[in-house]
């Protein structure tokens, strides 16, 4: 019986892990996908595939890692899918969500977020992710080079693509923000 136990991780403690980390990688599964929903599914699928792999995880201090890396790869597999075999969100009316309101997001004070998130979609999948990982979730070039599968080079090179890349779009007429337009959340809410 000892055995079962080592494989599954125990109930309060994957508890606590999941409302530890998951406001955190629903923010950084967000800005690599641009959907919210969307997000909250990569979310759920990294959990389940992190309680089913839990016996091979051997260090916990690495969860954060691991769970990013589970978040990446859920997101690139999502953009592999065909899309006949995605699921359709149901026909009629969602219901509001149901808990107590979480703390404001500190990056929704910024007031060109909306601008920054579309530019960060209208980049290449692999681009982006180098910039999500380097700059949203703060790795080191190395950390994202192991989290990524590749080698530190590709990560700087794919940094400096991506970042001209997103100057770029950010500098597009399409994307520039007028002053009299607020593009962050509740700018859109008020008109």
């Given at each position: 019986m000892r055995l079962l136990d080592e494989r599954r991780p125990d109930d309060e403690e994957f508890a606590r892990l999941v409302a530890a980390r998951s406001h955190a990688l629903r923010r950084t599964a967000y800005l690599m996908c641009g959907d919210w929903h969307q997000a909250e599914d990569l979310v759920q699928v990294s959990f389940i595939k992190l309680h089913a792999a839990w016996s091979r995880v051997r260090?916990?201090?690495?969860?954060?890692?691991y769970l990013r890396r589970i978040l990446l790869r859920a997101c690139i597999d999502e953009k592999r899918r065909a899309w006949w075999r995605r699921e359709q969100p149901a026909s009629g009316a969602?219901?509001?969500s149901v808990g107590e309101?979480?703390?404001?997001?500190?990056a929704d004070t910024l007031s060109h977020r909306g601008a920054l998130v579309a530019a960060l979609r209208a980049l290449p999948a692999g681009q982006r992710a180098v910039l999500v990982l380097r700059f949203w979730e703060d790795q080191?070039?190395?950390?994202?080079?192991?989290?990524?599968?590749?080698?530190?080079g590709t990560v700087k090179s794919q940094t400096a693509r991506g970042l001209t890349?997103?100057?770029?779009?950010?500098?597009?007429?399409a994307h520039a923000v007028r002053p009299d337009r607020d593009t962050t959340t509740e700018g859109k809410a008020r008109s």
């Open positions: 260090r916990r201090d690495d969860l954060d890692a969602l219901p509001d309101p979480q703390a404001p997001d500190p080191s070039v190395e950390e994202t080079a192991r989290l990524l599968g590749c080698s530190p890349a997103l100057r770029a779009v950010l500098a597009s007429p």
